[in-house]
C-alpha cells in the first residue's frame, strides 16, 4: 500500500520535540501554503513542522539557513536524519502578511519566530530585510522587517 503523505526531506530529532524539513517539492496540506511563498524565495528557505513531544500535531514553518551556511546533505530514498547541529544558525519563521504603513503595499514576509528554544537564539546568524522595498520607506515609518518579502498577496495553488 502507498504512504501519500508526503515524506520530508531531514527529520531533525531535538530533544524537545521533531523538526521535519521538506525539499523536493512535495509537502504536506497544512504546508502548502507557506511552500507556495517560499517557493519564490531563494533554496534556503524550506517549509518545515515543527513537532513538540507534548503537542504532536505539528506547527508550519519556514527553516531558514543562514546564507553562508548549506544546507545538509541529502539521501536518495527515505528520510536523512542529520546531526542536529547542523541546525547551527538555522532560524523558523513564519509566513505572514505585512502592509507598508508608508504605501499600503502588500507583501508576504518570512517573518522570524525569536519566542522557540534554540531557533530564537539564532537570529544574529541572518540579516533582516528592513523597510520598504516599495516605497523606500525606512523600517521606523513602513514598520516592514522580515527575514525576505515576496510581493503580493498569498496564492495556495502555486508551487
Ligand atoms: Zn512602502
Do not use: K, N
Amino acid at each position: 500500500m502507498e504512504d501519500r503523505t508526503p515524506q520530508p526531506t531531514w527529520r531533525f530529532s531535538l530533544p524537545w520535540g521533531d523538526l521535519d524539513v521538506f525539499a523536493d517539492g512535495r509537502v504536506p496540506e497544512s504546508l502548502r501554503s507557506t511552500a507556495a511563498v517560499l517557493a519564490r524565495l531563494e533554496e534556503r528557505f524550506r517549509p518545515a513542522l515543527l513537532r513538540f513531544h507534548r503537542r504532536p500535531e505539528g506547527g508550519a514553518y519556514a527553516a531558514v539557513w543562514p546564507p553562508d551556511r548549506p544546507a545538509p546533505a541529502r539521501v536518495a530514498t527515505g528520510v536523512a536524519r542529520p546531526d542536529p547541529r547542523e541546525l547551527e544558525g538555522v532560524v523558523l519563521a513564519e509566513v505572514r502578511s505585512l502592509t507598508c504603513h508608508v504605501c499600503a503595499a502588500r507583501f508576504q514576509a518570512v517573518y522570524p519566530d525569536t519566542g522557540l528554544p534554540l531557533f530564537g537564539g539564532q537570529l544574529s546568524a541572518h540579516r533582516l530585510v528592513r523597510g520598504c522595498p516599495a516605497c523606500g520607506g525606512g523600517f521606523a515609518t513602513s514598520r516592514i522587517q522580515a527575514l525576505a518579502l515576496s510581493p503580493g498577496e498569498l496564492s495556495p495553488d502555486r508551487r
